[in-house]
């Protein structure tokens, strides 16, 4: 082609590199307060930097973050009727009942530690004025409450925006809380600084590109081009129109008949011309589109790529979006404020461990909703909120209580010794707590044999807590999240006495009075007791396979083995079972299996801590301990 | 039509102060409004900076003006917080109140007599004060008595001292009881939003911090007429280490010393802040002849630049007042019709002004207006409606009842409007005052009384459609104003002068209160604190000297300058004098154009005789300054 189009750059390009956003943006929502919405009739929710939300399905979740939503959010989703509580006797809510969200929010510094005022020239004192009130301890906050309710005078619901005067001690005076006197509701733009943005499970990356109201379209609306930059490539769009439509027949076909509206119409001949690609910037940019080429394979656009890829290009075009407006308006009032459901939605496990540290990297605040582990796992868990179902209402607990903060040592051992390594637990209806290998390898065998399910079928975990010392931290976290457990402990003196410890620390009666903690009888440890004369052949009889599986023997080397293992005496079958727990403890339930009495199959302190932990055929109901 | 200048180097400088401290001495006519309204304009108009403004002004109708001139500042309603100190303090204390006991909007005793009242129940309480008041003798000299302690609790409150520090143990005991009197109804009176302004500021420091950092800076206009308890709440809102307060002000025109207002709070600020000094001595408001007239009366008022337009000084001998309220009428008459080369474009009946030393001169003047149709205004004081008809009143003591259910002095004036005899206490008993209802006690006294007028009371009130964030007033006036359609003609005429009156009020606060949220206690607040004044109204203006602070025409009447009407006949003493002359140079300063000075030679007393009455002493120097 003789005149093939080429970019005529007026200037060097200049540093296009990012520069970093403010640490912090001065303000952290510290609490929210739900009322009369769906599930949520009365409920605190504290929040930190990042906070991660966890429990089961229909436990409040989606219900929180939505709340929190309709009430500031950026979006469409506004409060309705059908959103008001309503109690199980009840067809419909009463007109006195309002849906309120208060949102409590603190100044704080750059690395978001609580600052008791805001400092002259904060944006947040120009922005909210008189609505920024002191508490008992003459430390500022603003607190925001939204209240969607029945308006006599008007004769429908309205949503009203106010701010609070005071932020109660107790939840349940919060409705009744005053408001502030002598200034106007809350703006819009009063509000927007702090809206919730919502990246709901049905995310999706190449539909924000579509969409004209998404983040993405915010973004690339004003690319931020020079005049003259803008002028070159649109000369250049003109230019590429023209010899498209020249070199293509079947255009400057259309085009030589489009030529004759001029003469029924009073226009131009000239005027019209077909252009295959947009002349202008701004409209050329609606159909900006994403390529990604992963290794190996060709470039595809971002809506041909996989759900996985697509909902986490939602959650990056956010980060975009945020840390580059912050980066433009340094000095203004904005608190990013993000929501994500399920970040981990079709991602492989080890994208789901690098995402937690993604997201980390939004600036502002951050709600992660989420059932992986793996993202658990990278989280600090005082950051939980877990959710519980408790009847048809929501319990929220959290780790970290006022009253009874954690020290430092068992934070660090919660966070090292169990969410690095056991991120699941998070997400267990049941914990079973024992010492050691013995007990990790035969207890959920003996349950598989008890109940014909394995116990990870269900959802129950049988966690080894490494020595008698090491059940506090797990105990800790049963206990706050409301999950339930039991301890299969050793009965050897030294053990009980350090299992009693633990229990002790969490304010937790010892074994003698505890029906949650099953104790080896006859100061026997779990090898002893499962070292039984009723079952020391079948022991003897497991030895014998092992050995033969790890040394093939004619006929008189496995008569010597049975005749060697047929003097061992019970104390020394245990000894040997201590020997190479991981390999015996793996058959013990196998050997157990093979007894002719059915009632036998099972050591009786096993059985009856598998009946209280209870069958998994009854729907299990959240109990606290 | 303001003419529009360039500013001259001292406004630029006022205009471009940046960081601390700043004393302007404005004369009248300097534009001080102006570089007022500028600098805060500029302040605002600062790129990538976060901050607000405090500008305190003397009247209500100083900052509608204000607001008005700043109104093309981006978000300017969010960004400055424009009003009297009294607003200031009522913002303050309805929010932050509560450790000196004011819990929400505070509701505001604004009358006197209402005040006197609980003083008097109060005192009658105690035995023995009312033995005292009794022993004072008849009526007239109780009413004496109660109207000394009242002064002495408004000295007591303006020199910022609670009861405990009042060392007369007979006025510590009439303070107190007064105070829990008020306290008890839910009220406050006006000295006690600057005294407890003042305590909040020293006794909780980190609330004067919210406000030292939300405002950085801070504006007063008419800082001479400062007293003690406003210029002490500012030093305790500023702190030790504030400073970013411009004072606007002119001893010259200081008039409110009656009231306790002193100039001298300009200097003690300069001292107090350290403050840089700007003088603004140009007079870009009056014609030649009214500087020259306000210069014979102050001499050191001089002026820097001649004003090129001569205009008008005379002074008008009458017959007597009726001969003197002609003259006026004539004249404005005249000038509306001809117009005036002095004066650019019509004359219309608002550029003019009569002014008086109190309102009683006015009395002839707006008849003769009235008879030959010219419309004309009077400013009344800031403050409370006087509702002259029975109706209205009774209505106006529901709103107070309903606003504030605790309320027991108004509550105690409608039983007795309404001829119920019993004791107000009663009402309480048995009832959790924290869940009781204004409603509550209406329907309790409406259904002990057998008043007629309780039921149409009771009608209104209920169409109102009252609720704790709403209420719709006009509604009430409305049903008010059908039911009056029974009335006999004279009474009828009264309750629709009324409803008129309340109904402008009313107009005025849906208009500016802020987010649409209308009740009860904002409303009655807002009227008590005089924020619903007509801020422009039809006519001529007929203005107390006072009340024509800050304001300019282009025809100013001065009328009644008699010796003992002005100077007022109680000015006895120097100090007394010399600001009875400041009021004369106030008011000539009001015009811009054309000044009309008269007065009667003989005056009819209230009791019928006349009296020959001698010219005002401040006529000769002026008349020699422009003849």
Same mark, same amino acid.
């Given at each position: 082609?003789?005149?093939?189009?080429?970019?005529?750059?007026?200037?060097?390009?200049?540093?296009?590199?990012?520069?970093?956003?403010?640490?912090?943006?001065?303000?952290?929502?510290?609490?929210?307060?739900?009322?009369?919405?769906?599930?949520?009739?009365?409920?605190?929710?504290?929040?930190?930097?990042?906070?991660?939300?966890?429990?089961?399905?229909?436990?409040?979740?989606?219900?929180?973050?939505?709340?929190?939503?309709?009430?500031?959010?950026?979006?469409?989703?506004?409060? /309705?009727? &059908? +959103? !008001?509580?309503?109690? $199980?006797?009840?067809? %419909?809510?009463?007109?006195?009942?309002?849906?309120?969200? *208060?949102?409590?929010?603190?100044?704080?510094?750059?690395?978001?530690?609580?600052?008791?005022?805001?400092?002259?020239?904060?944006?947040?004192?120009?922005?909210?004025?008189?609505?920024?009130?002191?508490?008992?301890?003459?430390?500022?906050?603003?607190?925001?409450?939204?209240?969607?309710?029945?308006?006599?005078?008007?004769?429908?619901?309205?949503?009203?925006?106010?701010?609070?005067?005071?932020?109660?001690?107790?939840?349940?005076?919060?409705?009744?809380?005053?408001?502030?006197?002598?200034?106007?509701?809350?703006?819009?733009?009063?509000?927007?600084?702090?809206?919730?943005?919502?990246?709901?499970?049905?995310?999706? /990356?190449? &539909? +924000? !590109?579509?969409?004209? $109201?998404?983040?993405? %379209?915010?973004?690339?609306?004003?690319?931020?081009?020079? *005049?003259?930059?803008?002028?070159?490539?649109?000369?250049?769009?003109?230019?590429?129109?023209?010899?498209?439509?020249?070199?293509?027949?079947?255009?400057?076909?259309?085009?030589?008949?489009?030529?004759?509206?001029?003469?029924?119409?009073?226009?131009?001949?000239?005027?019209?011309?077909?252009?295959?690609?947009?002349?202008?910037?701004?409209?050329?940019?609606?159909?900006?589109?994403?390529?990604?080429?992963?290794?190996?394979?060709?470039?595809?656009?971002?809506?041909?790529?996989?759900?996985?890829?697509?909902?986490?290009?939602?959650?990056?075009?956010?980060?975009?979006?945020?840390?580059?407006?912050?980066?433009?308006?340094?000095? &203004?009032? !904005?608190?990013?404020?993000?929501?994500?459901?399920?970040?981990?939605?079709?991602?492989?496990?080890?994208?789901?461990?690098?995402?937690?540290?993604?997201?980390?990297?939004?600036?502002?605040?951050?709600?992660?909703?989420?059932?992986?582990?793996?993202?658990?796992?990278?989280?600090?868990?005082?950051?939980?909120?877990?959710?519980?179902?408790?009847?048809?209402?929501?319990?929220?607990?959290?780790?970290?209580?006022?009253?009874?903060?954690?020290?430092?040592?068992?934070?660090?051992?919660?966070?090292?010794?169990?969410?690095?390594?056991?991120?699941?637990?998070?997400?267990?209806?049941?914990?079973?707590?024992?010492?050691?290998?013995?007990?990790?390898?035969?207890?959920?065998?003996?349950?598989?044999?008890?109940?014909?399910?394995?116990?990870? &079928?269900?959802?129950?975990?049988?966690?080894?807590?490494?020595?008698?010392?090491?059940?506090?931290?797990?105990?800790?976290?049963?206990?706050?999240?409301?999950?339930?457990?039991?301890?299969?402990?050793?009965?050897?003196?030294?053990?009980?006495?350090?299992?009693?410890?633990?229990?002790?620390?969490?304010?937790?009666?010892?074994?003698?009075?505890?029906?949650?903690?099953?104790?080896?009888?006859?100061?026997?440890?779990?090898?002893?007791?499962?070292?039984?004369?009723?079952?020391?052949?079948?022991?003897?009889?497991?030895?014998?396979?092992?050995?033969?599986?790890?040394?093939?023997?004619?006929?008189?080397?496995?008569?010597?083995?049975?005749?060697?293992?047929?003097?061992?005496?019970?104390?020394?079958?245990?000894?040997?079972?201590?020997?190479?727990?991981?390999?015996?403890?793996?058959?013990?339930?196998?050997?157990?299996?093979?007894?002719?009495?059915?009632?036998?199959?099972?050591?009786?302190?096993?059985?009856?801590?598998?009946?209280?932990?209870?069958?998994?055929?009854?729907?299990?109901?959240?109990?606290?301990? | 039509?303001?003419?529009?200048?360039?500013?001259?180097?001292?406004?630029?400088?006022?205009?471009?102060?940046?960081?601390?401290?700043?004393?302007?001495?404005?004369?009248?006519?300097?534009?001080?409004?102006?570089?007022?309204?500028?600098?805060?304009?500029?302040?605002?108009?600062?790129?990538?900076?976060?901050?607000?403004?405090?500008?305190?002004?003397?009247?209500?109708?100083?900052?509608?003006?204000?607001?008005?001139?700043?109104?093309?500042?981006?978000?300017?309603?969010?960004?400055?917080?424009?009003?009297?100190?009294?607003?200031?303090?009522?913002?303050?204390?309805?929010?932050?109140?509560?450790?000196?006991?004011?819990?929400?909007?505070?509701?505001?005793?604004?009358?006197?007599?209402?005040?006197?009242?609980?003083?008097?129940?109060?005192?009658?309480?105690?035995?023995?004060?009312?033995?005292?008041?009794?022993?004072?003798?008849?009526?007239?000299?109780?009413?004496?008595?109660?109207?000394?302690?009242?002064?002495?609790?408004?000295?007591?409150?303006?020199?910022?001292?609670?009861?405990?520090?009042?060392?007369?143990?007979?006025?510590?005991?009439?303070?107190?009881?007064?105070?829990?009197?008020?306290?008890?109804?839910?009220?406050?009176?006006?000295?006690?939003?600057?005294?407890?302004?003042?305590?909040?500021?020293?006794?909780?420091?980190?609330?004067?911090?919210?406000?030292?950092?939300?405002?950085?800076?801070?504006?007063?206009?008419?800082?001479?007429?400062?007293?003690?308890?406003?210029?002490?709440?500012?030093?305790?809102?500023?702190?030790?280490?504030?400073?970013?307060?411009?004072?606007?002000?002119?001893?010259?025109?200081?008039?409110?010393?009656?009231?306790?207002?002193?100039?001298?709070?300009?200097?003690?600020?300069?001292?107090?802040?350290?403050?840089?000094?700007?003088?603004?001595?140009?007079?870009?408001?009056?014609?030649?002849?009214?500087?020259?007239?306000?210069?014979?009366?102050?001499?050191?008022?001089?002026?820097?630049?001649?004003?090129?337009?001569?205009?008008?000084?005379?002074?008008?001998?009458?017959?007597?007042?009726?001969?003197?309220?002609?003259?006026?009428?004539?004249?404005?008459?005249?000038?509306?019709?001809?117009?005036?080369?002095?004066?650019?474009?019509?004359?219309?009946?608002?550029?003019?002004?009569?002014?008086?030393?109190?309102?009683?001169?006015?009395?002839?003047?707006?008849?003769?207006?009235?008879?030959?149709?010219?419309?004309?205004?009077?400013?009344?004081?800031?403050?409370?409606?006087?509702?002259?008809?029975?109706?209205?009143?009774?209505?106006?003591?529901?709103?107070?009842?309903?606003?504030?259910?605790?309320?027991?002095?108004?509550?105690?004036?409608?039983?007795?409007?309404?001829?119920?005899?019993?004791?107000?206490?009663?009402?309480?008993?048995?009832?959790?005052?924290?869940?009781?209802?204004?409603?509550?006690?209406?329907?309790?006294?409406?259904?002990?009384?057998?008043?007629?007028?309780?039921?149409?009371?009771?009608?209104?009130?209920?169409?109102?459609?009252?609720?704790?964030?709403?209420?719709?007033?006009?509604?009430?006036?409305?049903?008010?104003?059908?039911?009056?359609?029974?009335?006999?003609?004279?009474?009828?005429?009264?309750?629709?002068?009324?409803?008129?009156?309340?109904?402008?009020?009313?107009?005025?606060?849906?208009?500016?209160?802020?987010?649409?949220?209308?009740?009860?206690?904002?409303?009655?607040?807002?009227?008590?604190?005089?924020?619903?004044?007509?801020?422009?109204?039809?006519?001529?203006?007929?203005?107390?000297?006072?009340?024509?602070?800050?304001?300019?025409?282009?025809?100013?009447?001065?009328?009644?300058?008699?010796?003992?009407?002005?100077?007022?006949?109680?000015?006895?003493?120097?100090?007394?004098?010399?600001?009875?002359?400041?009021?004369?140079?106030?008011?000539?300063?009001?015009?811009?154009?054309?000044?009309?000075?008269?007065?009667?030679?003989?005056?009819?007393?209230?009791?019928?005789?006349?009296?020959?009455?001698?010219?005002?002493?401040?006529?000769?120097?002026?008349?020699?300054?422009?003849?």
């Amino acid at each position: 082609m003789a005149d093939t189009p080429s970019i005529i750059v007026p200037d060097a390009v200049e540093d296009r590199s990012i520069p970093s956003a403010p640490k912090s943006s001065g303000v952290l929502i510290t609490t929210v307060r739900v009322f009369n919405f769906r599930c949520l009739r009365e409920a605190e929710f504290p929040l930190s930097p990042t906070t991660v939300l966890i429990g089961e399905n229909n436990a409040g979740k989606t219900s929180f973050l939505e709340a929190l939503h309709a009430a500031i959010g950026i979006g469409q989703r506004h409060f /309705g009727i &059908e +959103d !008001i509580w309503i109690d $199980s006797t009840e067809k %419909h809510a009463p007109k006195s009942r309002a849906i309120i969200v *208060d949102v409590l929010i603190r100044p704080v510094d750059d690395e978001y530690r609580f600052i008791d005022t805001f400092a002259t020239g904060s944006p947040w004192l120009e922005l909210w004025g008189n609505g920024i009130q002191q508490d008992d301890q003459e430390r500022d906050f603003a607190a925001i409450r939204t209240q969607f309710a029945w308006s006599p005078a008007k004769g429908e619901y309205l949503t009203e925006r106010k701010f609070l005067r005071e932020w109660t001690g107790e939840l349940a005076d919060a409705p009744r809380a005053s408001l502030v006197e002598r200034i106007p509701p809350v703006t819009i733009s009063q509000s927007t600084p702090v809206s919730l943005y919502l990246l709901d499970a049905k995310r999706d /990356g190449a &539909e +924000d !590109i579509r969409s004209r $109201s998404s983040i993405w %379209h915010k973004l690339v609306a004003e690319p931020g081009l020079a *005049d003259e930059h803008v002028r070159a490539i649109e000369a250049l769009l003109t230019q590429v129109n023209e010899v498209f439509v020249r070199e293509s027949k079947v255009l400057s076909h259309v085009k030589g008949h489009l030529t004759s509206v001029g003469d029924v119409v009073n226009c131009d001949k000239d005027a019209i011309t077909i252009d295959p690609v947009a002349r202008r910037l701004r409209d050329l940019s609606k159909g900006m589109d994403v390529i990604l080429s992963t290794v190996g394979a060709s470039a595809f656009p971002l809506a041909r790529q996989g759900m996985g890829t697509r909902s986490l290009a939602s959650v990056l075009m956010f980060r975009a979006y945020m840390s580059w407006k912050l980066s433009e308006r340094r000095t &203004e009032a !904005i608190h990013p404020f993000l929501a994500i459901e399920e970040p981990e939605t079709h991602l492989h496990p080890h994208a789901q461990r690098s995402l937690f540290g993604q997201i980390q990297q939004i600036p502002g605040q951050r709600i992660i909703s989420t059932h992986s582990p793996y993202i658990c796992s990278h989280a600090d868990i005082r950051t939980f909120l877990h959710f519980g179902k408790v009847g048809s209402g929501t319990r929220i607990d959290t780790f970290d209580v006022p009253g009874d903060p954690l020290t430092p040592e068992e934070m660090r051992k919660i966070n090292r010794g169990v969410m690095n390594t056991r991120g699941d637990l998070l997400f267990s209806r049941f914990i079973v707590l024992f010492e050691g290998e013995t007990e990790e390898q035969a207890l959920p065998a003996f349950a598989h044999l008890h109940w014909g399910l394995h116990p990870h &079928e269900v959802g129950f975990s049988f966690v080894a807590v490494q020595g008698a010392g090491g059940y506090t931290p797990f105990l800790r976290l049963a206990i706050r999240f409301g999950i339930p457990w039991c301890i299969f402990s050793d009965g050897a003196v030294h053990e009980l006495s350090q299992m009693n410890g633990c229990l002790e620390r969490v304010s937790l009666p010892d074994h003698t009075s505890n029906d949650r903690v099953f104790v080896v009888p006859a100061g026997a440890d779990f090898e002893g007791y499962l070292s039984q004369p009723t079952h020391l052949d079948l022991i003897r009889d497991m030895f014998l396979e092992l050995a033969e599986e790890e040394h093939p023997m004619n006929e008189r080397g496995r008569q010597a083995a049975r005749e060697r293992l047929g003097r061992k005496t019970a104390s020394e079958i245990a000894e040997q079972l201590r020997s190479r727990k991981t390999t015996h403890a793996a058959r013990i339930a196998g050997a157990y299996a093979k007894h002719a009495d059915e009632a036998q199959r099972i050591p009786p302190l096993v059985r009856k801590m598998l009946d209280f932990v209870r069958p998994p055929t009854t729907p299990t109901t959240p109990t606290t301990a | 039509m303001e003419v529009k200048i360039k500013l001259t180097d001292a406004q630029k400088e006022v205009v471009n102060h940046e960081e601390g401290a700043l004393l302007v001495i404005a004369g009248p006519g300097s534009g001080k409004t102006r570089v007022l309204t500028e600098r805060v304009r500029r302040l605002l108009a600062r790129p990538g900076e976060h901050f607000r403004v405090l500008a305190l002004t003397f009247t209500n109708k100083a900052a509608n003006e204000m607001a008005e001139r700043l109104a093309s500042v981006p978000q300017v309603a969010e960004r400055a917080f424009i009003g009297t100190m009294h607003s200031f303090c009522v913002e303050v204390l309805a929010n932050r109140g509560k450790s000196v006991g004011i819990n929400g909007l505070p509701n505001i005793f604004e009358r006197y007599s209402d005040r006197k009242q609980i003083l008097l129940e109060a005192v009658m309480s105690d035995p023995e004060l009312s033995n005292a008041l009794s022993a004072a003798g008849d009526n007239k000299a109780r009413g004496a008595l109660l109207d000394n302690w009242m002064r002495a609790i408004s000295d007591y409150k303006n020199a910022l001292m609670v009861a405990e520090m009042v060392e007369d143990e007979t006025m510590r005991r009439v303070y107190h009881l007064y105070d829990a009197a008020v306290r008890a109804c839910g009220a406050v009176d006006f000295d006690d939003l600057l005294l407890l302004a003042y305590r909040l500021f020293e006794e909780r420091p980190a609330v004067a911090s919210f406000y030292q950092r939300q405002f950085k800076y801070i504006c007063v206009d008419e800082a001479q007429d400062l007293n003690e308890a406003q210029y002490r709440v500012l030093c305790a809102l500023c702190g030790k280490d504030y400073f970013n307060v411009m004072m606007v002000g002119d001893p010259k025109q200081a008039i409110f010393t009656f009231n306790k207002a002193d100039p001298k709070y300009l200097t003690v600020f300069a001292k107090d802040f350290k403050a840089k000094l700007i003088e603004l001595r140009e007079n870009f408001r009056s014609s030649n002849k009214v500087v020259a007239a306000a210069r014979a009366l102050s001499p050191d008022y001089v002026p820097q630049d001649e004003f090129p337009i001569v205009g008008v000084v005379e002074i008008t001998e009458c017959e007597n007042e009726e001969s003197e309220a002609t003259f006026v009428a004539d004249r404005i008459e005249q000038l509306v019709a001809e117009g005036h080369p002095d004066v650019e474009g019509n004359i219309t009946l608002e550029k003019c002004a009569v002014l008086g030393r109190t309102k009683f001169v006015f009395n002839h003047l707006l008849k003769t207006l009235k008879d030959r149709g010219i419309e004309a205004y009077k400013k009344l004081a800031a403050g409370s409606v006087e509702s002259g008809s029975n109706l209205v009143r009774q209505f106006e003591l529901a709103l107070r009842v309903l606003a504030n259910p605790l309320d027991r002095l108004h509550i105690g004036l409608l039983a007795k409007e309404w001829k119920l005899d019993l004791p107000t206490e009663d009402i309480y008993i048995g009832r959790d005052t924290r869940k009781l209802t204004g409603m509550v006690i209406l329907d309790f006294l409406i259904g002990k009384t057998s008043s007629a007028d309780a039921a149409a009371i009771r009608d209104s009130v209920m169409s109102l459609q009252w609720s704790d964030t709403n209420f719709k007033l006009a509604l009430g006036l409305d049903r008010l104003a059908g039911l009056a359609q029974s009335l006999e003609e004279e009474d009828r005429a009264a309750v629709e002068q009324d409803i008129k009156e309340w109904r402008q009020h009313w107009d005025y606060y849906v208009r500016n209160e802020p987010g649409g949220s209308h009740t009860v206690g904002t409303f009655l607040s807002q009227v008590a604190l005089g924020t619903t004044q007509q801020p422009n109204q039809t006519g001529v203006a007929l203005l107390t000297v006072h009340s024509a602070k800050g304001m300019e025409f282009e025809v100013v009447f001065v009328i009644g300058m008699n010796e003992g009407t002005f100077p007022d006949y109680r000015a006895k003493r120097p100090a007394e004098m010399a600001e009875e002359r400041r009021n004369a140079f106030v008011a000539i300063t009001r015009s811009r154009r054309l000044l009309y000075l008269t007065f009667p030679v003989e005056k009819v007393m209230p009791w019928g005789s006349t009296r020959r009455e001698a010219p005002s002493r401040f006529l000769k120097p002026i008349h020699d300054a422009v003849s």
